[in-house]
Structures are given as structure tokens and as C-alpha cells.
């Protein structure tokens, strides 16, 4: 009888040592994550849809440089036609963030930066004169400065450059994610500004 009753106190009491390590390894892990900086992004380029695509880019933090790299993806036509010529295609852009100012090793994705960039813009479209589908194939080397802001899980991004561009231009000149240069009356194909906001969330 004893022995029982030790045998049944002792498997109680391993129950109750063995809840109270998972409680605290659980707070533990929580407060870990919660001291974790996010160092991921996922975001979406404000307003895309109104330009005639959809953008989504992936950032990521690397701290110890204070340094991210971000790519960015978008499919054209997906979104309203502004110019009103059909486009179908696909946007790639790759930049490489050096964080300057207002950085925050507690948010790594947080601060002023300067961002070398490399984009590649692959669409057909219907010419507004010849009326036939007509393909627009430019690249683009850029320099762009912006900031970053990074509040609990959601992230905003601002930024305006410029750079060489290269290759077969659209009519229109805009190659989205781009513009070749069109102001003060006069345009010039080798000239790309790029100027814009992303929203999204860290994790």
C-alpha cells in the first residue's frame, strides 16, 4: 500500500516537473522571439496595381554589415491599363541595400540607404499607331536613396533614383518598375528614374 502510494506521489510530482520545464522553456522561447529582430520582409509596391502590374519583393536583413539585399517580381498586366495597350509580361529587379543612417540593430530593415540596382523589364504590348503587338525589352543599371521604416511587424518603404537604361523601349517609355526620361519636353531612351513606395509586413 505504501509503496503504491509513493510509486503514484512520485509519478505526480514527475507530471507536475515535467509541465513546469515545457512553461518555462515555452516563456523563454517566447521572450526570445519576442527579442529576435525580424529580418525578413515581404512587400508590395504601393499603388502597382494602378500602373498596370502587380509587385511583390522579398528583403533580407544581414546585420552584421548592415546590409540587405531585396528582389522584386512583378507580372504585367495584372492591374489596370493606363495606357490602354494590352501589356503582358514580367518585371525582374534585384538591389543590394547599404543601411547609412538611422540604423537599428534591433530592426535590421530600418534606416536611410543607398541601393545599387539591377532591373530587367520583358513585355508586348499593342502599338497605338500600327496597332500590332509590339515587344518592349529594356534592362536598367540604377542608383536609388530612401528610407525604411519598420514598426512592430508592419515595414514601409520610400525611395527615388536613376540610372542607364538599355534596350528596346516601349512607345510609351514606361517599363514598369521604370521610366525612361520624358520631361521638359524631351525624352531620352537611355535615361531610367525610378521613384515609388512599398508597404508590407516583417517576420
Known amino acids: ?15 507536475l516537473f515535467v509541465a513546469m520545464l515545457l512553461v518555462v522553456a515555452s516563456c523563454a522561447t517566447a521572450r526570445l522571439e519576442a527579442q529576435t529582430p525580424y529580418r525578413n520582409a515581404i512587400k508590395l509596391t504601393f499603388l502597382s496595381w494602378a500602373s498596370g502590374s502587380t509587385k511583390v519583393s522579398y ?43 538611422g540604423y537599428d540593430s534591433q530592426k535590421p530593415l530600418q534606416g536611410f540607404y543607398l541601393r545599387p540596382e539591377a532591373m530587367y523589364s520583358h513585355y508586348d504590348y499593342t502599338h497605338s499607331v500600327t496597332g500590332l503587338r509590339t515587344p518592349a525589352r529594356m534592362g536598367a543599371l540604377m542608383a536609388t536613396v530612401g528610407y525604411q521604416l519598420c514598426v512592430r511587424r508592419f515595414i514601409a518603404d520610400a525611395w527615388v533614383g536613376g540610372g542607364y537604361a538599355f534596350g528596346t523601349a516601349a512607345e510609351t517609355g514606361y517599363h514598369h518598375g521604370f ?3 520624358k520631361w521638359f519636353g524631351r525624352r531620352n531612351d537611355r535615361i531610367a528614374m525610378s521613384f515609388s513606395i512599398r508597404l508590407g509586413v516583417l517576420f
Open 59 to 101: 528583403e533580407r536583413a544581414f546585420p552584421r554589415w548592415k546590409q540587405s539585399g531585396e528582389l522584386c517580381a512583378s507580372v504585367i498586366g495584372a492591374g489596370y491599363d493606363k495606357y490602354k495597350n494590352d501589356p503582358l509580361g514580367f518585371t525582374l529587379r534585384y538591389g543590394h541595400k547599404f543601411f547609412v543612417a
Open 1 to 15: 500500500m505504501y509503496r503504491e502510494n509513493y510509486d503514484s506521489a512520485r509519478c505526480v510530482l514527475r507530471k
Open 179 to 181: 521610366q525612361l526620361w
